[in-house]
């Protein structure tokens, strides 16, 4: 017989909880809907490059064997060896090359597809230098512009297995049309972008939130602000959960993180604004009230400025989606 004031275990009143962890980069990742939509195999040989524009569309790219080239607009060309993963979560350009590039910016190849799914630049015949798989993705949340803005604009990460493991598993499963396969696509790119975001070293990464949440000090701000969205945050109270002077914590959140702490808090409140009135939950009062403001009216204006149209105008014109 249980003790008098104890539960029996198994009883309604023994539950066992951990205190719930908020992780602010699972969020922005899960808000963002990844979906797969291209990938292939490429190899290469002798002296070849490939140049592509494709408007913001999150690349990645696996080095499976050998070595190749990577210039992305805007950053300095990197060398990728065996084992090196490069996520870009929102591309407008780039060149992939051999580890010589061509003198000539302007020269390109074309790529010869091969009987077994494969494509081939540079020179047709005998072993190739580099064989590599390639792919984009979409994130199909309307918000993936002011969510990717929270991102590194580059990961290059160099000797992770695990990556390059899932990395080929979204490229069988591309390539096959078996049961669930959209299903199975997108959970394999979920748990590939938080992979290779949590992988990328605090020295590696540009600014963004992967930098702030490898910066044990901003990480506590972080959190706190995407635990409780709805406190009405000042800088001086995230510099005392960062324990910090106020001056160091502002400085410390804008280089790390590229924005200012108010303006990183004011990018999350409106993602996750769109995201409920998208879902309906609620009118535009208990949304606002959801997202750490006082009023509606003070709601609408912050999120008519942010957005560009008003959230009643915005929650019609999604639903009817």
Known sequence: ?????????????????????????????????????????????????????????PFYCAILEGSSRLAVDGHEPITLQAGDFVLVPAAYGFAMSSLEPPESEDFETSPVALPHGEFRHGIQTGPPDVRLLVGYCVFDSPDAALLVSLLPQLVHIRGERRLATLVQLVGDESCEQRPARDVILARLLEVLLIEALRSTAETAASPGLLRGLADGRLAVA????????????????????????????????????????????????????????????????????????????????????????????????????
């Open 1 to 57: 017989m249980a003790m008098a004031g104890l539960a029996t275990i198994g009883s309604p009143a023994f539950v066992c909880r951990s205190p719930e962890v908020i992780d602010p980069l699972a969020e922005v990742v899960t808000l963002l809907q990844p979906e797969a939509r291209f990938s292939k195999l490429v190899i290469g040989a002798g002296c070849w490059r490939v140049r592509r524009s494709e408007a913001g569309q």
């Open 222 to 321: 972080l959190r706190r602000m995407h635990e409780s969205p709805t406190r009405p945050w000042t800088v001086v109270q995230l510099a005392r959960e960062a324990a910090l002077s106020r001056s160091a914590f502002f400085e410390r959140f804008r280089r790390a993180v590229g924005v200012a702490p108010m303006e990183y808090l004011l990018a999350w409140r409106m993602a996750l604004a769109k995201d409920l009135l998208r879902r309906s939950e609620g009118g535009v009062g208990e949304v606002a009230e959801r997202v750490g403001y006082s009023s509606a009216s003070t709601f609408s204006v912050a999120f008519t400025r942010h957005v560009g149209v008003p959230p009643t105008r915005y929650m019609r014109e999604r639903t009817a989606l």
